[in-house]
């Protein structure tokens, strides 16, 4: 990561920091969510409190996989993505802890429901679960945050509101499709006699230590979004048990919006007649901003797309076949276009190849992403950078990355941002 500040750095001054270059190249930090006041909640019975530690990651996370991004914090890498086919393995899949995954024994846990739009507040073991009617979805986990490291971190217009610091710097790999298999929120919901709902808060198991004491983390979904047929509680994640970085042995799965209200561990939900008021860390995810008079809250997944290929990899000069993935929280993606530009001089980029049409090599699908190629003849010795952008059948077109709104928070990034790469003849070692 160093290595990619240093490179963009040095070819930001080159380009004389215009405001276009500005954004493409800043390395800015997004969603490490600034800690906010919350009463604390008594602990729920069934979760028992793992001694403190400071590796808020249970699985291996190999550096040929990951990108480490912080404590908690562990980005997929897209070279080896090619290999993985539509889905990313479960112990390939990024990771965003916000505190050390609670100790949990199923055989004891149990998911309260509460509120006032349930007249019969009841718990759910979790062969409760199992007995409700199962449904399987395939869909793409999309971090509200993704692809944040391409903001800068003062907006252009300079009015002096600077990105906190220690947001985490994700680059394209915040993301993954699994298929969950699950209940329906609704379902279970019915079984304990809800009524009209307007707000349903979601409720973790995690302990998450702030200065101002330690929160569950929770999220608040409109009745209309948590109700609808592919809001899962999912207990699986591509035919296994749900990892212990992923939630096991219960979370949350709002079909198409960010990451964030996918809550992990899940302990309570709460159906309520009226709205509820964000609590905790929800209380940041917000677009806050020079293009925002009042603070709008990010749902919907943006249209996004990557290349599977690692940040500055080296390619040997020739025919190449450039693979990618493009997806969309609003739908389907039914169109990819790459371009490739080379550097001929300090600041100077000509175009290699100009926006070109993907051909789609999996049969568009809603809500999960779509593979695409486009070939690369003749690739001379050089340093390049690659860019996608896809639109979706609702007409979302990723934008130029001037175009992107900046938000103090760093969410919602989707503009076309390059991916470096150099072209270099094979050498042999003296």
């Given at each position: 990561?160093?290595?990619?500040?240093?490179?963009?750095?040095?070819?930001?001054?080159?380009?004389?920091?215009?405001?276009?270059?500005?954004?493409?190249?800043?390395?800015?930090?997004?969603?490490?969510?600034?800690?906010?006041?919350?009463?604390?909640?008594?602990?729920?019975?069934?979760?028992?409190?793992?001694?403190?530690?400071?590796?808020?990651?249970?699985?291996?996370?190999?550096?040929?996989?990951?990108?480490?991004?912080?404590?908690?914090?562990?980005?997929?890498?897209?070279?080896?993505?090619?290999?993985?086919?539509?889905?990313?393995?479960?112990?390939?899949?990024?990771?965003?802890?916000?505190?050390?995954?609670?100790?949990?024994?199923?055989?004891?846990?149990?998911?309260?429901?509460?509120?006032?739009?349930?007249?019969?507040?009841?718990?759910?073991?979790?062969?409760?679960?199992?007995?409700?009617?199962?449904?399987?979805?395939?869909?793409?986990?999309?971090?509200?945050?993704?692809?944040?490291?391409?903001?800068?971190?003062?907006?252009?217009?300079?009015?002096?509101?600077?990105?906190?610091?220690?947001y985490t710097q994700w680059h394209f790999g915040a993301v993954g499709a699994a298929e969950w298999t699950g209940v329906r929120v609704r379902d279970v919901l019915a079984a304990a006699g809800l009524g009209h709902a307007v707000d349903v808060r979601f409720t973790g198991l995690d302990e998450i230590a702030t200065p101002e004491g330690t929160v569950h983390y929770s999220e608040v979904v409109p009745a209309g979004k948590a109700l609808r047929d592919d809001s899962l509680l999912a207990h699986h994640m591509n035919g296994a048990d749900l990892p212990v970085d992923h939630g096991y042995p219960l979370r949350a799965l709002m079909s198409g919006w960010g990451a964030n209200t996918a809550v992990k561990w899940l302990g309570t939900i709460?159906?309520?007649?009226?709205?509820?008021?964000?609590?905790?860390?929800?209380?940041?995810?917000?677009?806050?901003?020079?293009?925002?008079?009042?603070?709008?809250?990010?749902?919907?997944?943006?249209?996004?797309?990557?290349?599977?290929?690692?940040?500055?990899?080296?390619?040997?000069?020739?025919?190449?076949?450039?693979?990618?993935?493009?997806?969309?929280?609003?739908?389907?993606?039914?169109?990819?276009?790459?371009?490739?530009?080379?550097?001929?001089?300090?600041?100077?980029?000509?175009?290699?190849?100009?926006?070109?049409?993907?051909?789609?090599?999996?049969?568009?699908?809603?809500?999960?992403?779509?593979?695409?190629?486009?070939?690369?003849?003749?690739?001379?010795?050089?340093?390049?950078?690659?860019?996608?952008?896809?639109?979706?059948?609702?007409?979302?077109?990723?934008?130029?990355?001037?175009?992107?709104?900046?938000?103090?928070?760093?969410?919602?990034?989707?503009?076309?941002?390059?991916?470096?790469?150099?072209?270099?003849?094979?050498?042999?070692?003296?």
């Amino acid at each position: 990561m160093e290595d990619r500040r240093r490179q963009d750095r040095t070819e930001s001054a080159e380009a004389g920091c215009s405001r276009r270059r500005f954004l493409v190249y800043s390395a800015a930090g997004p969603l490490a969510l600034a800690a906010v006041r919350q009463a604390p909640a008594a602990p729920p019975r069934q979760a028992v409190s793992a001694p403190a530690r400071q590796d808020f990651v249970v699985q291996e996370t190999p550096s040929r996989y990951f990108s480490h991004r912080g404590n908690g914090s562990e980005e997929m890498k897209w070279g080896p993505v090619g290999g993985y086919g539509d889905l990313i393995p479960n112990d390939r899949f990024y990771i965003h802890n916000r505190a050390r995954p609670p100790h949990i024994d199923r055989s004891s846990w149990r998911l309260e429901i509460t509120g006032d739009a349930v007249p019969r507040p009841r718990s759910f073991s979790y062969a409760d679960l199992l007995a409700l009617p199962q449904v399987t979805v395939r869909r793409t986990l999309d971090c509200g945050a993704n692809c944040s490291a391409f903001f800068p971190e003062l907006p252009p217009s300079g009015d002096g509101r600077w990105l906190p610091t220690g947001y985490t710097q994700w680059h394209f790999g915040a993301v993954g499709a699994a298929e969950w298999t699950g209940v329906r929120v609704r379902d279970v919901l019915a079984a304990a006699g809800l009524g009209h709902a307007v707000d349903v808060r979601f409720t973790g198991l995690d302990e998450i230590a702030t200065p101002e004491g330690t929160v569950h983390y929770s999220e608040v979904v409109p009745a209309g979004k948590a109700l609808r047929d592919d809001s899962l509680l999912a207990h699986h994640m591509n035919g296994a048990d749900l990892p212990v970085d992923h939630g096991y042995p219960l979370r949350a799965l709002m079909s198409g919006w960010g990451a964030n209200t996918a809550v992990k561990w899940l302990g309570t939900i709460e159906a309520s007649v009226r709205r509820l008021p964000a609590q905790g860390l929800q209380r940041n995810q917000v677009l806050v901003g020079p293009s925002y008079p009042t603070p709008v809250r990010p749902t919907v997944g943006r249209v996004r797309s990557a290349l599977e290929l690692d940040d500055g990899v080296t390619l040997p000069p020739g025919d190449h076949t450039l693979h990618g993935r493009a997806w969309s929280g609003a739908g389907t993606i039914d169109h990819v276009d790459v371009t490739i530009e080379r550097l001929i001089a300090p600041g100077r980029w000509v175009s290699e190849m100009p926006w070109r049409g993907a051909t789609l090599l999996t049969p568009p699908e809603p809500l999960i992403w779509v593979r695409f190629e486009v070939p690369w003849r003749g690739a001379r010795p050089g340093r390049y950078r690659v860019m996608s952008r896809a639109r979706d059948r609702a007409g979302n077109v990723q934008p130029r990355p001037a175009d992107v709104p900046w938000n103090q928070h760093g969410l919602g990034y989707d503009g076309h941002a390059p991916l470096y790469l150099t072209v270099l003849p094979p050498r042999t070692m003296p």
